[in-house]
């Protein structure tokens, strides 16, 4: 029997708790009337997983957990696979971060943060 690395382990336990917390965001917005998830290409589906496994990575647990998934709407939905695909294959900046930010955090048109 091989023995893991605690190295190897971690590894696994990052990955993991990464794709837990994905598959929650993509239930949330899968349920949200106003995504129109119906409306949403199966490649449009693997990009937006891709987008937000990688800002759960850049993000501070903190904040991730304060988004609320459940009330993004189409456009929102369209406007992540967007900057997703300008950005695809390249680290995620910090300028990308604040985009993803103010639109997961319902502050570029105003909205209160939920």
């Known amino acids: 029997?091989?023995?893991?690395?605690e190295e190897e382990l971690g590894r696994r336990r990052f990955q993991l708790f990464k794709e837990q917390a994905v598959e929650a965001a993509i239930e949330k917005?899968?349920?949200a009337p106003a995504a129109e998830w119906h409306s949403f290409s199966n490649a449009d589906y693997?990009?937006?997983r891709?987008?937000?496994g990688e800002l759960w990575i850049n993000l501070e647990r903190e904040k991730w957990e304060e988004y609320s998934f459940s009330s993004l709407n189409r456009q929102d939905?369209?406007?992540?696979?967007?900057i997703g695909n300008r950005t695809k294959g390249h680290?995620?900046?910090?300028?990308?971060?604040?985009e993803m930010d103010a639109i997961l955090s319902h502050s570029r048109h105003g909205?209160?943060?939920l």
């Open 1 to 5: 029997m091989s023995r893991i690395s």
């Open 29 to 31: 917005i899968r349920h």
């Open 46 to 48: 693997t990009l937006l």
């Open 50 to 52: 891709e987008i937000l």
């Open 77 to 82: 939905v369209r406007d992540i696979i967007t």
């Open 91 to 98: 680290a995620m900046a910090g300028a990308v971060l604040d």
């Open 111 to 113: 909205h209160p943060p």
